[in-house]
Structure formats: structure tokens, C-alpha cells
């Protein structure tokens, strides 16, 4: 069965400064990789998703996320974190293959981001 | 139009009450999702609608009742809830159940049970 580890609770972060949200996974096979964000009373909005080719995917927002499958991560980025960054980060993980296992998306326990003024 | 609409917003409902929620979009999705969401928790999938018919049901308790009547639209019926069942209700949609889709969501309905 397919897992994702979101080890940070809270990211804290100085706009203006690099972010990083962490995301490591486990799943049978290759990866399917997503990013969403979820601002306060909002349902998720999707950021950005890994299937394959580059290992550095761009998404909205300024957002972007690198794949690497030998320490299986799949770590969100942003080069100049904006107050308005400030919500929950879920990183989710679908099966290459979902025989024995489900189609649906396996979703970490979220991070919180907060960028600091 | 990318969007996923539920409705209502908000709602309160007694232990005996029922009431439905409402979800909808017009992106031509063929699968559908029910979830629950607890406060700073991920979102917990309770149905998938695949075409219409009910393809996933993770072990949600009866009081609980989907229904798709078109491609468009999805109903989550309510009967007799419990005070934990107070949560976010959120609705998704995707193109179909490929494991390469990401997944649209409704802004949700916030429900309490009293």
C-alpha cells in the first residue's frame, strides 16, 4: 500500500526567504506525485503534479517540486516565500499501478506554512 | 468553467434531521468524489463516482447516502448523524479515475450536528 510522510507540522518562514515543504513517500512501483493547498474554510487547490519526465516541475503560483526517487521525495519549493503562501500543504502520492491497492490518492497529514512579515 | 460548486455553505442539522448536500461541475469530469475533513487533517475519502455508478465506498456508515444523478451532479444524503460527524464536507472531480489526474475541489460545506 502507498504512504506519504509529511514529517513538519509547521513550516516557518520570513517573506521574502526560500520555502521548502517536505514530502517523502512509499509506493509500490513509480510514483504519481501531487502538490495541493488548502486556504483557511477552502476546499484543496491543486498546485502541481510529477508523472514522469523532468524531475523539476513547475507549478502555479510560483510553486515547484522536485522529484527524487533515490531518497523518494518530492519537496515543495518557492525561491521568495508572500504572506499570502500562508496556508496547509498536502502532498499526495497515487500508484502507477492500482492492482491490489486503490486508484484513489493517499494524502499526507498536511503542513502548515506560515510566512512571517 | 474550472470550477466545483457545493452547497450549502454551512449548515446545522439536529440528530434527527435529514438534509442533503449538493455538488456540482461542468467540466465534463466523469468521476466524483465525497470526502471528510477534520480540522488541519487531510481529507478522509468516503465515495468515488465512476460514470455515474458507485465505484468506491470506503466502510461509510449508512447514515450517509450518495447519489449521482447525472454526470454533472452529486448528492450526499444525511440521516441521523452524530455530533462527530461535524466536519467539512468536501466534493472533487476528476476526469476519470486515472491514476494521472489531479483532482478538482468544491470549496466544501462546513457542517455541525447538534
Known amino acids: 500500500a502507498q504512504s506519504v510522510a509529511q514529517p513538519e507540522d509547521q513550516v516557518n518562514v520570513a517573506e521574502g526567504n526560500p520555502l521548502t515543504v517536505k514530502c517523502t513517500y512509499s509506493v509500490s512501483g513509480n510514483p504519481y506525485l501531487f502538490w495541493y493547498v488548502q486556504y483557511p474554510n477552502r476546499g484543496l487547490q491543486f498546485l502541481l503534479k510529477y508523472i514522469t519526465g523532468d524531475n523539476l516541475v513547475k507549478g502555479s503560483y510560483g510553486f515547484e517540486a522536485e522529484f527524487n526517487k533515490s531518497q523518494t521525495s518530492f519537496h515543495l519549493k518557492k525561491p521568495s516565500a508572500l504572506v499570502s503562501d500562508s496556508a496547509l500543504y498536502f502532498c499526495?502520492?497515487?500508484?502507477?499501478?492500482?492492482?491490489?491497492?486503490?486508484?484513489?490518492?493517499?494524502f499526507g497529514r498536511g503542513t502548515s506554512l506560515i510566512v512571517h512579515p | 468553467d474550472t470550477e466545483v460548486t457545493q452547497t450549502p455553505k454551512h449548515l446545522v442539522m439536529g440528530m434527527t434531521n435529514k438534509k442533503s448536500l449538493k455538488c456540482e461541475q461542468h467540466?465534463?469530469?466523469?468521476?466524483m468524489y465525497w470526502y471528510k475533513q477534520k480540522a488541519k487533517k487531510p481529507p478522509e475519502l468516503m465515495f468515488v463516482y465512476s460514470y455515474e455508478k458507485l465505484s468506491i465506498n470506503e466502510s461509510v456508515p449508512s447514515r450517509f447516502s450518495p447519489e449521482c444523478p447525472n454526470s454533472s451532479l452529486l448528492n450526499l444524503h444525511l440521516h441521523a448523524l452524530q455530533p462527530e460527524d461535524s466536519a467539512l464536507y468536501l466534493c472533487a472531480s476528476s476526469p476519470s479515475m486515472g491514476v494521472t489526474y489531479e483532482q478538482y475541489f468544491g470549496p466544501g460545506t462546513r457542517l455541525t450536528v447538534t
Open positions: 467540466m465534463g469530469h466523469r468521476a
Open positions: 499526495a502520492v497515487r500508484p502507477t499501478d492500482p492492482s491490489g491497492g486503490s486508484y484513489i490518492p493517499t
